[in-house]
């Protein structure tokens, strides 16, 4: 017999799923009669389905039957008292335009929150599902009048960013941190949509005051972290760096923070306060690990701003760390980073390779010396010992397979073959590469794929794709003049060949390396101009408006180059950063 009963209720079950099924395809395709039929027979095997009574509300209405959603909703709330059904009422009757009616019953489903405030929730639900945000902020406000403990700021500060109403939105968000500490990196991701790199900016202004406030009269650890966050969307890392100070006096296990803050000023080209920052944290942190991390901070950036008159200093700071610290595990990265400058900075590819085979004699793990290795590969492609480095780079694979290491490794022996005009082995070993586990290598090996296939078959002596290999092959030993001059010679003898917008592309680069910023905009343009229809197109656009924004000053430029991404480029890896940065030149308020 039990078996017979569940014989009949899965049946029962199964032609039921297939009765809502039927009834959401009716009302996909605008089949609404016959959507409506269907409910209705739904809603009579469950009168109590919330679901089934509101698609048979929406579907009278899609069909201009208010009266008759009406008479519904009346039979329903004499049954029910369910209060988010006034909504429903009220809304029904907005439809038709009598608008007193319509708030008499939205201010019932409100009142109702009197009686039970934990009634907001589905009124709520109603009003939002109408997109009617006032009565939607009316009926949180009730709720959390009338009990405190509900905790309604996030919802609310929602409510009021879309409503515009920033003063608002921001106090209740800070509400909400206040009580909520662990959610600060959500509301950080929604207050984003209301501040710009504009200090100035409504959202900016509001949200400092607000801050600032609370450290003076409330202090505690959380507006230090707001008000940094705060100044590093507005690029001010001076402001931002004495935020974090106060952080650390409180707690001295932040002091990663602040070296964070360092990379972060340094990325955005802050040199001056990148530069403080690593110098505080190499001056006061106690921990010799991100000491030494600090410090290999700085030097990278000394490295990157420096004159060659002063590199002899520069590789004495190196050794003076060694000194310090010793050549250990603990400074393997500034090892490498040494080597990597001797060789690619002073000219002394010898002496590096000899202070490496130093390193690997130390006792380092497998990924540590596999690291070395690679740097001694790149420094002998420097030399243009292609052989002697493929060596080296076909260890890495063997010893560490499937590893990001490996296919870092693999990836460079790909470019390695490239630049000796072995075209035919660099593209086996990209192939294997585009399914890499690394999007980064993954994506280089696309790149330089493409770069070959479509070029290799233009002549049978592929002399266009070797001077390109050749200057790709000078600007990686630091030739960047050089390199220039071999891609004007491929723009001026092989101009109706495929890679022209490549070339001008990797000059405009180098271009911008030596801060000739006219000249790589001129190759931008040109690209934009005569290859539009090509795959470099999105990356001219926005390395373009970067420029305009940047460098040449010319917003205004800029904001047409990055809406041309936004409109007609909808598919380019640029299209989330231009669309953001078109909205701030346009001066909106809110992404």
Known sequence: MRILILIVLCISTSLSAQNVMLAKQYYKKGAFKKALFEYQKLYETSKSSISYISQIVDIHQQLEQYKEAETFLLSIIKRTNYPAFYVELGYNYQLTNALEKAHENYNIAINSITKNPNNVYAVV????????????????????????LLNLKLSLAQIYGEQGKLDKMMLNYIGFIERNPSSLSNVKRAINDFVTEDPENEGNVLLRKLLIKKVQLAPNIIWNEMLSWLFIQQKQYAKAFLQEKAIYSRQPQRMPRIL????????AEAIDVAQNIFNYVIETAQNIDTKLEAHYDALQIKTKTAAPKVYPDLAQSYLDIFKTYGTFSQTFKLQIAYAHFLAFRMNAPQKATSFLEEALELPLNRMEKATIKLELGDILVLQEQFDKALIYYTQIQRNLKNSTLSQEARFKVAKASYYKGDFKWAEAQLKILKSSTSQLIANDALDLKLLITDNKYEDSLQTALKRYAKADLLAFQNKNDEAISHLDYILKTHKTEPIIPQALYKQALLYELKKAYNKASENYQNIIMNYSDGVLVDNALYNLAELYNHQLQQPEKAKTLYKELVFNHADSIYFVAARKKFRQLRGDAIN
Request: glycine share 6%; net charge positive; charged share 25%.
């Open 260 to 267: 964070e803050l360092g990379r972060i000023a340094a990325k």
């Open 125 to 148: 639900r109603s009003f939002q599902g109408h997109s009617l945000l006032d009565q939607t902020a009316i009926a949180y406000e009730k709720a959390m009048a009338l009990k405190p």
